[in-house]
């Protein structure tokens, strides 16, 4: 195995994923390039985690990435280091996560590469209560008003989670709620390096995919702790129109437009004098 020394905590960003659903876009420049702010999403999903105090990070690319690549580079003008794994195949989350199997053998922090995060600290209050509790995994998650949508988690009053399930009818998340409300997975999770043997056992499902959800079930199945850490802030899948076209308008409307303008700008003086 090549992994790093240390006790440091890794970064793990899947990015191989096509992103159909924000064609014609993402036809032509991976959905994780689309810019918010600004900001590349990919950019962001660095910030992120750089902001839990994560400087090495792992991105899962494949197929077209290479402007993806190009705009992150080594991490260095980022302030954190870069390595890049390449998918052969796209098989699933689960799949993506596990092709950092080979080189994390410590706790890491997954965050998808098409996710939207505010505040950045969020990624920092997830670690923390995981490393407090060392479960195997801690999913953050955000409330929703329709489960069908998302993958869901019945959730005891402590954090723990129960059960999970992908993408339910409204008939059976009933009996996922908690205080009358639904809890939806976000694509952020601490894991300890244990995921990856759950990942290799998950069957694909009918999609002929590995989902992560699968995964952590059969890790629950087998007596393991799974804990959940909801959201105190806001939360964007990048990967439909939806919710980009949304979180523009809302960002544009209530962000300090003038602060991200001088932080560009001083990007863009730090690129001309390389």
């Known amino acids: 195995m090549k992994e790093y020394a240390g006790s440091e905590v890794f970064g793990l960003i899947p990015a191989a994923g096509v992103g159909k659903r924000l064609y014609p876009f993402s036809k032509a420049v991976p959905k994780e390039m689309y810019p918010i702010l600004g900001k590349a999403v990919i950019e962001h999903c660095v910030e992120n985690l750089r902001e839990g105090g994560i400087k090495r990070i792992f991105i899962v690319v494949g197929h077209q990435k290479g402007a993806l690549m190009d705009y992150i580079g080594d991490g260095s003008y980022f302030g954190v280091k870069v390595v890049y794994l390449y998918q052969l195949e796209r098989k699933g989350l689960g799949h993506a996560i596990l092709q950092g199997k080979e080189w994390i053998a410590k706790t890491f922090v997954t965050l998808l590469g098409d996710s939207f995060i505010e505040p950045k600290h969020e990624i920092k209050d997830l670690l923390e209560f995981h490393q407090k509790n060392r479960p195997i995994a801690t999913a953050l998650l955000f409330e929703v008003d329709d489960p069908s949508e998302y993958g869901i988690v019945k959730l005891k009053k402590n954090g723990e989670i129960e059960k999970l399930v992908e993408k339910p009818s409204k ?30 056992r998950t069957k694909p499902g009918i999609s002929g995919e590995i989902q992560i959800t699968d995964s952590l079930d059969l890790a629950l ?33 209530d962000g300090d437009i003038e602060t991200h303008i001088k932080e560009r700008e001083e990007f863009v003086r730090m690129y001309e004098n390389l």
């Open 221 to 253: 199945k087998n007596h393991e702790k799974v804990f959940g850490v909801v959201l105190k802030g806001k939360y964007l899948d990048i990967g439909k129109w939806s919710t980009v076209l949304r979180i523009e308008k809302d960002l544009l409307s």
């Open 171 to 200: 008939e059976l998340a009933e009996e996922y709620r908690l205080d009358g409300k639904y809890y939806a997975m976000c694509g952020a999770y601490a894991f300890e390096p244990e995921i990856f043997d759950y990942i290799e």
